[in-house]
């Protein structure tokens, strides 16, 4: 595309949703610049079917050069019903680019469509300050070093968590040109680190009751599932790095440079927790959290139920 020749097909596909739709509506714009109205086709998978899409690929485009069609949630579709393109992918049209957005996508299917996948992943913690400066420069603002810090601890490694607090803290305060602290503990939403530490806290205390409660907390917040996981997961790996410095003789201060976190009292509750947990048992935990993750984009258990599983799963791990 950045050499001006436009794909058939492109496959955005990942867990990190503020990037892919930067993508897409960077792809659309660029291919589809007018008349998007008479050329723009979207579907949903699970209300589509394979044979729908096609059509629509295939119909020319209005008063334009090129047409979009375009498929969410294509993880939806099974693996037949992915086979079903594969004639279309091998011949497409050449005046219409095919866009599938997804979680995830079978081995097979990525093989076939090679080039024309783009796995967006969430950044790395070291990454996420440079994130929250430019999205802040995306909204026109600037934003202190001690309010990108806080929302970095607060909300991790989520860019559309972190797009969608810095968007509310922009509103607040409205002409003035510079998030400061005081602005992002007003705005960001109450899950906090506070909320993670008690439930993890429960956990290495073997205290079930009390890690429910802290779960049903941040459930009733109305944060999404894959946030709430995203959280937890975080807060264990963090522990786990804890883990390895503290075995090795290091302190707050190496804890500190390989976490890339400077907050103090989340480094003295990451150490006293740390104690509540074997290394073992961290990462048998990183394994029940990766686990859950694949059960809560492909099960159709309850999302609630899951969560509550994996509860039941840490605490008794720890």
């Not at 790095?241 to 003295?268: D, F, W």
Request: net charge positive; charged share 30%; hydrophobic share 35%.
């Amino acid at each position: 595309m950045a050499k001006g020749k436009a794909r058939p097909f492109y496959l955005l596909y990942g867990d990190e949703g503020y990037l892919i739709e930067r993508v897409r509506e960077k792809i659309i714009d660029t291919l589809l610049p007018r008349c998007r109205e008479l050329n723009f086709t979207s579907y949903d998978a699970d209300q589509t079917r394979p044979s729908e899409v096609i059509n629509a690929c295939n119909t020319l485009p209005c008063m334009a050069q090129r047409r979009i069609v375009l498929v969410k949630a294509a993880h939806q579709y099974s693996k037949s019903d992915l086979r079903s393109f594969s004639p279309y992918l091998q011949s497409p049209s050449p005046t219409t680019s095919l866009i599938f957005i997804a979680e995830e996508m079978p081995a097979e299917f990525l093989r076939e469509v090679k080039d024309g996948a783009f796995h967006l992943k969430r950044p790395s913690q070291t990454e996420i300050i440079h994130w929250i400066r430019t999205i802040a420069q995306e909204l026109d603002k600037e934003i202190s070093s001690e309010a990108a810090r806080y929302l970095q601890e607060a909300v991790g490694s989520d860019l559309q968590g972190l797009y969608n607090e810095l968007s509310k803290a922009s509103l607040y305060i409205g002409d003035r040109g510079r998030i400061e602290l005081k602005d992002v503990e007003r705005v960001v939403s109450e899950v906090r680190a506070t909320t993670i530490f008690e439930l993890t806290k429960a956990l290495g205390e073997r205290d079930l009751k009390r890690a429910f409660r802290s779960l049903e907390r941040i459930w009733e917040s109305g944060e999404h599932p894959l946030k709430i996981l995203a959280m937890i997961s975080r807060q264990f790996r963090h522990l786990l790095m804890t883990k390895e410095v503290l075995a090795k003789g290091g302190g707050t201060e190496e804890v500190k440079k390989q976490l890339g976190i400077s907050n103090p009292y989340y480094l003295r509750e990451l150490a006293a927790q740390a104690k509540g947990f074997s290394q073992p048992s961290l990462q048998r935990a990183l394994t029940s959290l990766w686990e859950t993750d694949l059960k809560l984009k492909r099960s159709s258990l309850p999302r609630r139920l899951l969560l509550e599983e994996l509860i039941i799963k840490l605490s008794a791990s720890s």
